[in-house]
């Protein structure tokens, strides 16, 4: 590991039990996940009381952290059963809870004065004066806006008290609005982004119409006839995460409580090689062009947003991602739960923490009767199929697309 990330966390989202396991398996320093009360994300993406205690377990047995977020905007009712939450968080043995509002803060520190509190980036902590003030009320850590520049954080950094910890967003999904504040969704379609419901209008195609011709319709396009105009691009902060921690910055956070576990498995391991510097700059680009994402950008670190290419809010990946592996079978062959389609005949790359850029061909696989099949095709099936190199409990098999 490069002296200048001693010290500094990777820390990754865990929208569900499966995605908190494998963020743990490819080398989150910690994880943070959402609860039964504002946890600003859909329901599916809620752990219930049982899941939090089951993932604190989890992540202290391995030497981990694990964040609860409570960070939507509070209405009346929510901050009524707010003081029993965050005793029954402390109680649980979470290592902090992330919190955007005010009256939020204070409930939380007078129910559980002991419970450690870190301040979303909901909050738009965009100067040493705001970080000093949350940091007077209790806060052990602040998540900076995401319009910050680096040379901005350097400043909130020397200017504020040594002990408040930084995080700040390396990577993943970017809001048009201000630190993700938005109410087009709620607008358009009652659905509300400060409880997770974003229907993210910003993403959509959009045409214009002029007010006395309301049958015509003219699409805003930019190059290859397509464009979405209001659509961020994602951000990836991979070429310069060590100008980040020179910042000042201990805590690299990746967006995605609601992507999968392979989006998660890829970027967790990319991010992790870069930290420990177990893999070469090239190599590592090619690792997160594995996972879904939109055109990738610096976002404001340097100042205006830098980018290449014209978004046409699409996603794109370079792999399809095929299955986990639950297990070693017997000599050169192991248990694989099936995601999606192969053969064999097919070759599968490995991605896992104990290894890089290795792959194989699939030469068997049998069902659970023993019976050998030529193709894999019913989703979630478990599977045993031959493999010549070592696969561990947790690694993901891949295909190239």
């Known amino acids: 590991m490069s002296d200048i990330f001693n010290g500094c966390e990777l820390l990754c989202p865990a929208g569900s039990f ?4 494998t963020a743990l398996h490819f080398g989150a320093d910690a994880v943070y996940a959402g609860g039964p009360l504002m946890q600003l994300r859909s329901d599916n993406a809620a752990f219930t009381e049982e899941d939090i205690l089951s993932a604190v377990e989890l992540a202290h047995g391995k030497g981990k952290k694990i964040y609860i977020t409570v960070n939507c905007f509070a209405t009346n009712s929510e901050i009524d059963r707010l003081s029993d939450y965050a005793k029954f968080l402390y109680s649980a043995g979470v290592d902090a809870v992330i919190v955007s509002d005010l009256g939020s803060v ?14 979303s980036t909901q909050a738009n902590i965009q100067n040493y004066k705001t970080a000093e003030v949350y940091y007077n009320m209790g806060a052990e850590r602040v998540v900076l806006g ?20 930084i995080e700040a967003f390396v990577h993943g999904a970017m809001c048009m609005s201000y630190s993700g504040r938005c109410l ?19 993403r959509w195609m959009y045409n214009i119409v002029e007010e006395k011709r309301p049958e015509q319709h003219f699409t805003v396009i930019e190059e290859n006839g397509t464009s979405a105009i209001l659509s961020s691009h994602d951000l990836c902060c991979i070429d310069f995460l060590d100008e980040i921690a020179k910042a000042g910055v201990t805590s690299f956070k990746i967006e995605g409580r609601m992507k999968s576990p392979y989006y998660v498995a890829t970027v967790t391991n990319a991010y992790r090689q870069r930290i420990n510097g177990t893999a070469d700059i090239d190599t590592i680009h090619n690792e997160l062009e594995c996972a879904s994402h939109r055109p990738y950008s610096t976002g404001f670190y340097y100042g205006a947003l830098r980018y290449d290419h014209n978004n046409d809010g699409l996603y794109r990946q370079s792999c399809k991602f095929i299955g986990i592996v639950l297990g070693e079978e017997d000599n050169g062959r192991y248990l694989v739960q099936m995601r999606n389609r192969f053969a ?6 490995i991605l896992s923490p104990n290894s890089s850029g290795k792959s194989f ?9 023993g019976n050998d ?13 031959s493999c010549t190199e070592k696969l561990y409990e947790g690694d993901f098999l891949r295909a190239k697309i």
Not at 361 to 369: C, F, G, L, P, R
């Open 18 to 21: 499966e995605s908190l396991k």
């Open 106 to 119: 204070v409930t939380i520190k007078n129910a559980a004065p002991d419970l450690p509190v870190h301040i």
């Open 146 to 165: 995401r319009e910050m520049t680096l040379q901005e954080i350097a400043e909130l950094h020397q200017r504020t008290p040594k002990e408040l910890e």
């Open 184 to 202: 087009i969704s709620s607008y358009l379609t009652g659905k509300s982004g400060n409880h997770g419901d974003c229907t993210q209008p910003c």
């Open 344 to 349: 064999v005949g097919d070759k599968l790359e």
């Open 361 to 369: 061909t699939v030469t068997s696989i049998k069902d659970k009767d």
């Open 373 to 385: 099949r030529e193709v894999a095709h019913i989703p979630q099936e478990i599977l045993s199929i």
